[in-house]
């Protein structure tokens, strides 16, 4: 089995139904990764203990999602090098804004790259970490390449009206 090379952490398990997307492009990818809750304000040692230990592990990118006050993503850059890719999750009562405002608006000198609200960004976050990965692995960026021409031949052959 290979060694993990990919985080993909998240504030409670009810935030799966977003970041399951960026699981299953990994997973499609063959990219090594692992899946767990790290909530920053109900284990707050446990999600530093996570990013300290996160270099030495070998991970290269953390794929970070949460709600509302979602402080994960940027707490997880305070204590790491690891480039640490933020995902906003929908939260009940405003949509994700809250969380995208959270996760974006990080201080000067300790950046989260911010990706889209929900599912988009869960996926698009799972796709930046095997482009910044694949720039050291030629097999990977092959089937980045293939991922591409693919989604570019279903675009093409969109019709309209569409149909069901
Ligand atoms: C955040 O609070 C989590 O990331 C989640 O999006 C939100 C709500 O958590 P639960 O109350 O559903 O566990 O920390």
């Given at each position: 089995m290979s060694a993990v090379t990919v985080g993909v952490v998240m504030g409670s398990s009810s935030d799966w139904e977003t970041m399951r997307h960026a699981v299953e492009i990994l997973r499609e990818f063959g990219v090594a990764h692992e899946s767990r809750v790290v909530s920053a304000h109900r284990m707050p040692d446990d999600m530093f203990a996570y990013?300290?230990?996160?270099?030495?592990?070998?991970?290269?990118?953390?794929?970070?999602?949460a709600g509302g006050a979602a402080h994960l993503p940027g707490m997880l850059a305070s204590k790491t090098p690891v480039p640490i890719l933020g995902v906003p999750v929908a939260s009940r009562h405003l949509q994700g804004v809250d969380s995208?405002?959270?996760?974006?608006?990080?201080?000067?000198?300790?950046?989260?790259?911010?990706?889209?609200?929900?599912?988009a960004g869960a996926a698009n976050a799972a796709l930046f970490a095997v482009a910044m990965l694949a720039n050291e692995d030629p097999a990977l960026r092959a089937k980045l390449d293939a991922f591409r021409a693919r989604q570019t031949?279903?675009?093409?052959?969109?019709?309209?009206?569409?149909?069901?």
């Open positions: 990013a300290e230990a996160a270099a030495g592990r070998g991970l290269k990118a953390i794929i970070a999602g995208l405002h959270s996760i974006v608006q990080m201080p000067r000198g300790v950046p989260v790259a911010t990706f889209a609200i929900g599912v031949e279903a675009a093409r052959g969109m019709q309209l009206p569409p149909k069901d």
